[in-house]
């Protein structure tokens, strides 16, 4: 939802990054909304020819002036200028971008490396939640891209310092195992304020960014990341019993 | 004659001449041209590059001073950043010193024929 900070966590290869400029990419050129994308790991190169594997021409984007994208280091993100006891509101590092363009999207990828400047939990919650309240009051929505470790099964563990209560929504991508063969699936785990989508459903990467395709009928596990048929699993059950 | 001499911004050419001179100048100039939202301190330039700190921040000056990059204030921190101003000229340059050094290369492979 409009002004709201979600969270899409996902174990490596899941698509994080491609959601997050595919998002920034439909909302400059289809809800005259500009954005600007903060990467602490790929250089804009790398991610301006990933992008074109998809039809997104970012620099196209940049040069009319609708997206910017910017890598930085995690530690810059966090450091503001201005204190809370003064008149003026604190100025973060990606106040400038956002400014310069009228930006009202923002993708940060991944916000894991955050971790690495901030290494306490607790205080690394609280310049988070510092931080995710400023990209509100400024207007802004924003995605936060969220690695998790484990590509399939196990536990699930979304992060250690309670990045889920911090956040408005949280989006996971997921390996999915069905039928010895590897799908991926998206769950809406949270939206705030809102009754949302409650079923997995399955998407692809294709051509064009990332395609959400239809429900895990007739499954059931799905976010254990090994899905098994309902009806296995019922007889299962029974013979159980 | 030292860098800094050729700071005015109407006298890209001289400039140009002398970053031709200057490996660690043209990778910057480069690296800011290939990844023009590229803001940071310059230790994480220097990481990105590959180069130590110290020669990297010396360079860095004076591409500040030359009006290429700008640098600000952010916390504690000095970030380091493309003035948009003058992406062609930066343009301009990395294509002047790319046929410079190719006709430099032919040079000394005939040279050496020779």
Redesign the interface.
């Known amino acids: 939802m409009k002004g709201d900070v979600t969270l899409v966590a996902g174990s490596s290869g899941t698509g994080k990054t491609i959601l997050g400029l595919q998002f920034l990419v439909a909302g400059a050129t289809k809800f005259g909304e500009n954005g600007v994308y903060i990467s602490f790991e790929q250089?804009?190169?790398q991610i301006y020819r990933d992008a074109k594997n998809f039809g997104w021409d970012l620099r196209k984007l940049?040069e009319e002036g609708k997206l910017?994208?910017?890598?930085?280091?995690p530690?810059?993100v966090l450091?503001?200028?201005g204190l809370a006891l003064e008149k003026k509101a604190p100025?973060?590092?990606l106040d400038?971008?956002v400014e310069e363009i009228g930006a009202q999207r923002v993708v940060i990828d991944p916000i894991n490396h955050l971790e690495m400047v901030v290494r306490d939990p607790v205080a690394l919650r609280q310049e988070i939640y510092t931080f995710t309240n400023h990209l509100k009051m400024t207007g802004l929505t924003s995605i936060l891209t969220h690695e998790i470790p484990g590509i399939v099964g196990g536990e699930l563990r979304i992060s250690d310092f309670g990045l889920g209560f911090i956040v408005d929504g949280l989006i996971l991508l997921r390996f999915v195992e069905v039928e010895s063969s590897v799908k991926k699936a998206l769950a809406i785990l949270k939206m705030r304020g809102s009754d949302h989508e409650k079923s997995l459903r399955e998407f692809d990467i294709t051509g064009k960014g990332i395609e959400v395709k239809g429900e895990f009928k007739g499954k059931e596990g799905v976010l254990t990341g090994s899905a098994r048929s309902s009806a296995l699993a019922e007889t299962l059950m029974k013979v159980g019993r | 004659m030292s860098l800094r001499e050729g700071k005015s911004r109407d006298s890209s050419a001289s400039s140009s001449e002398k970053l031709v001179s200057n490996d660690v100048k043209a990778e910057l100039l480069v690296f800011f041209y290939n990844n023009p939202g590229a803001m940071d301190t310059v230790e994480g330039i220097a990481r990105r590059v590959g180069r130590g700190s110290k020669i990297v921040e010396k360079n860095i000056l004076d591409l500040v001073e030359l009006g290429f990059l700008n640098r600000r204030q952010v916390g504690g921190r000095e970030i380091l950043a493309l003035n948009h101003s003058r992406y062609k000229d930066i343009e301009k340059m990395i294509v002047k010193y790319v046929d410079e050094y190719g006709r430099l290369s032919r040079k000394r492979e005939a040279e050496k024929v020779e």
Do not use: H, I, K
């Open positions: 250089l804009p190169q940049e910017r994208v910017v890598c930085t280091s530690g810059l450091e503001r200028e100025r973060y590092f400038d971008p």
